[in-house]
């Protein structure tokens, strides 16, 4: 009776594996979902890692919900002007770089207005956003799909968009990474040594404002910003370098999204929550193995 | 020559005036103490030294050049205190900061090691360059600093209350580091800690709103004068030592 016990917990996940393997190979949805997971996972998990050491965590929030003013108006335009070429995902890369800048800019001249910017990024950015969805004319769009995700719904323009986001990210993470730990530590010294500190940490906020567009498909406007600090969160509970802190957060970002992917696959739950739910818990039970 | 020439310098943040028409000099090789009290604009001072402000009137020229123009042969070495202690980052990622303006693209060259690896070697913590920043104690945090200001190869070091919140063991082997490095560099402090200024500086500006220059040692009236009556940091560094003041010295 035991031995039987133990075979079944051992064959149930491996046939659950291979089932989802097949779907992989089969079903180019799934294929899609699983590549663009595991891409943006490379690039939040390394930029997270700066977003969780420089504290910056509600700026990158503020620019996930802005967001949606550039979907909303990328959606408006499309419809209205037939303008093709305009797609979601480009309105939400303007809007995000554009959020970026403007926090920025804002908060580096009057430091003592941060929040406020943020606040008004962060709720204006979603207004203008149901606004434009509200006049779009057309079957309705599902919003719900935007604001908490759908990786199901990856096409492969999607993937070849993700792939070419996360090279361009990565790529100057590799450049400037030295510039970005030191900015990140110590503005003013930066300064001093006569590089830009601004435009280093504009960069930053750049770079953090590409991974929330990524994450959009995978977790959604309202839960991405879990995404991006959980798993940097919970690395900085288990080393003490950034290069390290980066490959855990990668790790553990590949592993929610492709377990996420797998697991909501094969008992049908939406996959971004319960990335989500896997990430605070994971990074609860952080707390556990090791003082901070 | 000059490390910096000072004249009629005024400056203030809106309506608030904080330096009010200051002249001075500090010849190269000199080692001078800022003192004053709170809200004198000692700090102030600093920070249109390094260029980080810009006078309202009058002229401030650093190393033959106005304050702020080419800041390359300038050190600084600001509070550890006031940077995120766990931060994830080491001692030597720390003082390659130093050598930040060398960086182009990618990694620092093996120069840049070789410069940050000996100015750790002057301040003794060779065998900390592989910790993390949050692995150190307040003292040992300071002397980074140090040695990330020297990764500049300085002619001109400034800093800024360099033994605030360090222990009395940690503060004995700071002032160690820097005594070896007067004979090489300009140095200029800005610290509350008279002691200090007594150990390290050749004379001393008084800073309230005004400056004037005093040799040392100081007489207990100059001091009084300076601090308008409050003779706030007037300790006796053995006698702290002899009461067991260890004061902010643990490993976070």
Known sequence: ?????????????????????ETVRDVPVIRYALLAGIVSSLTYGVVGTFVVTRRIGYIAAAIAHSILGGIGAAIYFNRTYDIIWLTPMLGAIVAAIASALVIGCISLKFKEREDTIISAVWAGGMGIGLLFLHHTPGKGVNLESYLFGNILLTSKGDVIATCVLGLIVLGLVALFYHKLVAVCFDEEFVQLRDVS???????????????????????????SLALIILPAATACRLARRMWIIMLIAVGLSTMYNVGGLVVSFQLDQPTGPFVVVVACVLYGLSFLLKKS | MNAISCTDLSFGYGKV??????????????????????????STLLKLILGLEFPETGTLDVLGQPAGKDRRKIGY?????????????????????????????????????????????????????????????????????????????PELLLMDEP????????????????????KDMTLVLVTHDLELVSELSDSVLCVNQHAHRHSLPLSGETI????????????????????GDHSVCAHD
């Open chain 2, 163 to 182: 033994t605030a919140n360090i222990d009395l063991s940690a503060e004995e082997q700071f002032i160690e580091a820097l005594a070896s490095l007067r």
């Open chain 1, 1 to 21: 009776m035991t031995e039987k016990l133990a075979t079944n917990r051992e064959t149930i996940p491996s046939a659950l594996m291979i089932e989802f393997l």
């Open chain 1, 197 to 223: 500190s601004r435009a280093y940490y504009l960069l930053l906020l750049v770079l953090a404002g590409i991974c929330m567009v990524l994450l959009v498909r995978v977790a959604g406007i309202v839960l």
């Open chain 2, 224 to 243: 009084r004068e300076i601090y308008s009556g409050r003779r706030r940091v007037e300790h006796d560094r053995k006698t702290r030592h002899q009461q």
């Open chain 2, 77 to 153: 070495v600001p509070q550890a205190m006031r940077f995120d202690p766990l931060y994830p980052v080491s001692v030597l990622e720390i003082v390659l900061m130093g050598r930040l303006d060398r960086l182009g693209v990618g990694s620092y060259s093996k120069e840049c090691r070789l410069v940050a690896e000996e100015a750790l070697e002057t301040v003794r913590l060779s065998d900390f360059k592989n910790r993390t920043f949050s692995e150190l104690s307040g003292g040992e945090r300071q002397r980074v600093m140090i040695a990330r200001a020297l990764a500049c190869e």
């Open chain 2, 17 to 42: 005036r904080v330096i009010n028409d200051v002249s001075f000099e500090v010849e190269k090789g000199e080692s001078i103490g800022i003192i004053g009290p709170n809200g004198g604009g000692k």
